[in-house]
């Protein structure tokens, strides 16, 4: 079975500074990850994913995501936080064409 | 690009009524969900769909909840008679022969009255 547990539901930065976003996963077999992106009262968009090819995974915006099997971990981060990041964002697992499980989120603020 | 398509965006039920969410997957795609979101909360898994049957469902998807495929793009998913918890967001989602990631619609927001 897989499991996600994303740290902290709400993260707030200022204009310019780093974002990082964190998750860890479960996974009984070697994963498929993903993490999404959700602005207020729209669908889940994708920022980047990871199947099994490069660790470091470059996504849309400025985003990026590093794979590390020794920490079960797969963190977003971003360089400079712009205004317009501010959203919900969810850490997802799967195998293959299996379903995706999520975790519950992190609010990411952005502060000018 | 290729999307997936959701109908109606909002829809406004009486509790007890029966409700048909639409989908329109990506042509080529050989694998479809649903998922639903509770206002505030992560996004479940309701159910996956392959070669016309249910592969997998999870326990929210009880004997009120069905799916089809009537035709050769559209995926819908039945409420048959709703319950005020059935208010949340529901997105569809597709993916083709072993390509993840999983493509989402824009969702339709049911609300239960």
């Known amino acids: 079975a897989q499991s996600v547990t994303q740290l902290g539901s709400h993260v707030s930065v200022s204009e310019g500074a780093l974002v990082l976003l964190r998750c860890n996963y479960s996974s009984s077999v070697p994963p498929y990850l993903f993490w999404y992106v959700q602005y207020p009262n729209q669908g889940l968009q994708l920022l980047l994913k990871y199947t099994s090819a490069a660790t470091l995974v470059k996504g849309i915006n400025g985003f990026e995501a590093e794979f590390k099997k020794s920490e079960t971990s797969f963190h977003l981060t971003k360089p400079s936080a712009h205004m317009s990041d501010a959203a919900e964002y969810f850490c997802?697992?799967?195998?293959?064409?299996?379903?995706?499980?999520f975790g519950t989120g992190t609010r990411l603020q952005v502060f000018p | 690009e290729p999307e997936v398509t959701q109908t109606p965006s909002h829809q406004v039920t009486q509790m007890g009524q029966e409700v048909i969410l639409r989908c329109v997957p990506i042509?080529?795609?050989?694998?479809f969900y649903w998922y639903r979101q509770i206002l505030g909360q992560k996004v479940e898994f309701l159910v996956s769909f392959y070669n016309n049957e249910i592969s997998e469902k999870s326990e929210i998807f009880d004997d009120q909840f069905s799916v089809e495929r009537p035709d050769g793009s559209n995926f819908t998913l039945k409420i048959r008679s709703t319950k005020l918890e059935d208010s949340a967001m529901y997105f569809c989602a597709s993916v083709g022969q072993g390509q993840q990631p999983q493509h989402f619609g824009d969702g339709t927001r049911l609300s239960i009255l």
């Open positions: 042509s080529n795609h050989l694998y």
């Open positions: 997802a697992v799967s195998v293959r064409t299996d379903k995706l499980i």
